[in-house]
Nanobody, 124 residues
Framework: VQLQASGGGLVQPGGSLRLSCAAS????????MGWFRQAPGKEREFVAS????????YYADSVKGRFAISRDNAKNTMYLQMNNVKPEDTAVYYC??????????????????WGHGTLVTVSS
């Protein structure tokens, strides 16, 4: 199984960026997929996730209303549309796949497979 995150880069505050996560070696519709991020000196934290069948999305309070997760199971690909970004969104963003129970959907331990991450830097 491989998860390849891409789309990171430098963006100004208030700008937008779209991250992608391409999955191979698994049928993405059978897995929840999510985004986590890790800023320098901080622990990895939950950003957003979506069940395999799509539909309900879960968001961290810090990104709710600004970020949108989506997935295209036909392409085995997940996306994170980041709007109105802030300097505190600066981090390495990781995509993950797994079968977490509801109480674990926001926890790193709920996911089995991880990508290598893509760096997002928000700065003027």
């Amino acid at each position: 199984v491989q998860l390849q995150a891409s789309g990171g880069g430098l963006v100004q505050p208030g700008g937008s960026l779209r991250l992608s996560c391409a999955a191979s070696g698994l049928t993405s519709s059978m897995y929840a997929m999510g985004w986590f991020r890790q800023a320098p000196g901080k622990e990895r934290e939950f950003v957003a996730s979506m069940r395999g069948s799509g539909g309900i999305a879960y968001y961290a309070d810090s990104v709710k209303g600004r970020f949108a997760i989506s997935r295209d199971n036909a392409k085995n690909t997940m996306y994170l549309q980041m709007n109105n970004v802030k300097p505190e969104d600066t981090a390495v963003y990781y995509c993950a796949a797994g079968r977490p129970i509801l109480s674990s959907i926001r926890r790193t331990g709920g996911y089995t497979y991880w990508g290598h991450g893509t760096l997002v830097t928000v700065s003027s």
